[in-house]
């Protein structure tokens, strides 16, 4: 006892400054020390009080140094609200923390939560197949060798040409899975449900062997593919005014579906399900002289042809971009859109009504790449320009007049040029220049308005070194866009062809 009371007394007289009550003899058991010795004895007590100070001191450093980054984090947080009504000093410019940090974590989180759910749903879809049960109850009545036989067909199962057992370990595999996934916000039964009903329903409407089917003529203008968007995704194009004298009948109403369940495959052939790849289309819908609302097969063969996509081809279409869009249909979506909260989907459809057509698809489509009707510079069997051609763009200001020069410095050749103006409402016209004063300027598009309508082509056979001007008058308030390209060709004048 007499040892615990020594040493919790050293313990306490350095850190609180406390003077030793007895001397060291007493500590060691001794007797006092005599009088002489005790001015020596007090010098070392108040020395041993400044110490203790010290030490005081540096704890408390220390207890400051390890106090918690939430308890930091807190005052640091409540010094920037005390602070944010005082002018800004230069040794406190830092700003307070932001929420990058939370917004990572949740990230993070969110990345975990779905790599979970890919991880279980490969699992789900592994013992459906080796069940048996992918494509709906398993048969146990029957005999072994015929579930055997149904096992080893379900292993060979494919989807959109990539197969399904994730044991086969295909590159595409995770990503078929992961749009099911998505569609269904990562509800891994959701999503497996989706996927045995998409199974079952392309078996029932035969959609593997749809590519083969014919249509007939009257279909061929509804639908095509043609090119694809600046990242790459091939174009598929529905012409719905062609629709107007075929919706008639229940026969071309199921030709119809048909026919948009072939175009999507025929779509997806173009597709590369590998990472990195592109894995999705964009869809272009026209609405330009299709039926009105009062159109009953009309309103209905598209409520199905929309719902099919929807549940058999989820994450396939990457855009929806429909043009022309009369007022009656753009109010109908919008209040539709509204009962039914489908933000997710709405945020992938983009609308043009007939006077942003150009203006909308060159925003997705390379001008290249864009069919001259919808203000592209693309024409079918083209011999004069390729998709990977270089096309230029200048701008007219508004209320201005501007002039493109292409220059011409040898003769015995051919210009063809292509040009479109964004939106058009300008007035034109081309006129070939030559560089000898003496000679006569060829006047070879009389100047004229142009409101809407394809881009144009022309050509010119060179005979005299020059320049082909060509003058673009904007009279509207805003700034137009104008997209050209041209090229030099070597060309025998036709009086000389003719002479031979």
Known sequence: MLITMKLLILNLAPVTGWPLP?????????SPKPNSEMGKKREKINKAKESGKSQDQNMAD???????????????????????????HEENSEEPPSFQEDEKKVAMEMKQRQKKALIEFRCRVEDAIL?????????NYGCRKESAKAIEQLKEITLWGVPLMPSKRHEGTDI?????????????????????KTL??????????ILEESLGPDFEKVAYLNSRDKEGHPLYYNIYGALNKLLGSEENCEKFLRLRVQYMEKGIKELNFEPGGTDSVVQIIDLKNSPGPATKELRSVFRKSWMLLQDHYPELIHRNIIINVPLWYYVSHVLSSRLKKTQRTNSKIVFARPGKVPETLLKFISPENLPVEYGGLKRENDNEFFSDGKVSEFKVRANASESLQIPAPEAGVTIVWDLTVVGWDVSYKE???????????????????KKMGESVRNSFYISEPGKIVITIDNFMLKQKKVLYRYKTKPTVPMYLMIKK
């Open 431 to 449: 006129e070939f220049v030559p560089d000898d004063e003496g000679s006569y300027k060829v006047l070879l598009q009389q100047e004229k308005e």
């Open 200 to 209: 079952k329903w392309r078996k029932e409407f035969k959609a593997d062997e």
């Open 176 to 196: 078929v899975l992961l749009k099911f996934l998505k569609e269904k916000d990562y509800k891994v039964h959701e999503a497996f449900e989706m996927l045995r």
């Open 131 to 139: 069940g048996n049960y992918l494509l709906g109850k398993a048969n």
């Open 62 to 88: 220390e207890i400051e140094k390890e106090m918690s980054p939430e308890v930091q984090e807190a005052n640091e947080i409540e010094y920037g609200k005390c602070s944010a009504n005082q002018e800004p």
């Open 22 to 30: 007895l001397g060291s003899g007493f500590l060691q058991g001794k």
